[in-house]
């Protein structure tokens, strides 16, 4: 058994430290803006200026995420992000194209993918295993799998998070190139989470199983009845299904094709970046604990949900999650 014991998101929604913030939940409007916290609460000022966005997100979603579950330093921090520190790779890049002799290396050493994990291991003076996974879509699913790993052989909490920011740079493309899905659409977010194999009083939700499938060529829906025959499941047993695509396929066409359960694309409220399906978790585990439930017009307690994460009929992650009194 694993078990969701602390949650934390920053995102384009009142989602920080707001115990309500799914009932209150709104579409997203054009151009949104990230809702950002007060970050000189958490982080030293010195320290502060030396951080790009993305390093700010992790590191306060993470220290909110160990205040709530009462952990000081985790046994493993995993994190999963798509584009990884975009800001400081942008930085780099341009500094080598405008100073000539020796590069700054400040730039380029904050521009890898690991520098959010490594930056809240040395916040948390944490020395245990650490790792990073950037498998596009699926980058958060792989970060979940590896904590399920470390929890089967023996570690007890496991910090795990997704965190991806958004540059002017990304507008600029999708602008080039016609992606009309992608227009004003293009967000960034973090998500946070503390699971365990312990169940304790600030439990949330069961963490049941999760599933990856890249270069997918079968039917989605054959995979989805699939993952939940292994757990004695089928459609009917589900409550809700959260889906996302960043866009690439029509909602009406899932809605259609996993009738009669419940699909809510979750991207109305969170927009496009590659790690949106962490937010949709979020948004899964308070749901189940009666939050949010005005979105689906349903009156009854949750006790399944399935997170369908589908980039291109292509690359497939599923996430499967129950209440705690289920």
């Known amino acids: 058994m694993y078990y969701i014991n602390a949650c934390s998101t920053i995102s384009n929604q009142s989602s920080f430290k707001n115990n309500d913030w799914v009932s209150n939940i709104e579409l997203l409007a054009t151009n949104s803006e990230l809702i950002s916290p007060d970050y000189k609460q958490f982080i030293d000022a010195s320290d502060l200026r030396r951080m790009s966005k993305i390093i700010r997100m992790g590191i306060v979603c993470s220290k909110d995420c160990l205040e ?8 493993a921090i995993i994190i999963g992000t798509g584009l990884g520190c975009l800001t400081d790779t942008e930085k780099f890049l341009k500094n080598t194209l405008t100073i000539e002799g020796l590069i700054p290396p400040t730039s380029f050493i904050q521009s890898t993918h690991n520098t959010i994990a490594g930056q809240i291991s040395l916040a948390l003076k944490n020395h245990k295993y ?25 570690l007890t909490d496991v910090l795990v998070g997704a965190a991806d920011e958004k540059i002017s740079l990304l507008d600029e493309l999708v602008e080039e190139f016609g992606y009309e899905n992608f227009k004003n659409k293009l967000t960034e977010g973090a998500s946070f989470f503390m699971v365990s194999n312990v169940k304790n009083k600030s439990s949330k939700a069961q963490l049941i199983d999760c599933l990856t499938i890249g270069l997918n060529r079968a039917n989605p829906k054959t995979i989805i009845e699939d ?3 292994n757990h004695n499941l089928t459609l009917e047993n589900i409550d809700l299904i959260l889906f996302a695509s960043n866009g690439t396929i029509d909602n009406n066409e899932v809605i259609n094709d996993l009738k009669p359960v419940v699909v809510l694309s979750f991207e109305n409220y969170c927009g496009y970046y590659n790690t949106n399906i962490a937010f949709g978790m979020h948004m899964a585990v308070d749901m189940l604990n009666g939050e949010g439930n005005k979105l689906i017009n349903n009156s009854k307690p949750l006790k399944h949900i399935l997170l369908y994460n589908n980039l291109l009929n292509n690359s497939i992650g599923l996430t499967l999650i129950k209440s705690i009194e289920a």
């Open 68 to 75: 709530q579950s009462g952990i000081n330093n985790p046994d």
């Open 227 to 229: 993952f939940l025959v």
């Open 130 to 154: 650490n790792n990073t996974h950037t498998q596009n879509n699926l980058s958060f699913e792989h970060a979940l799998l590896d904590a399920t790993l470390c929890l089967n052989e023996g």
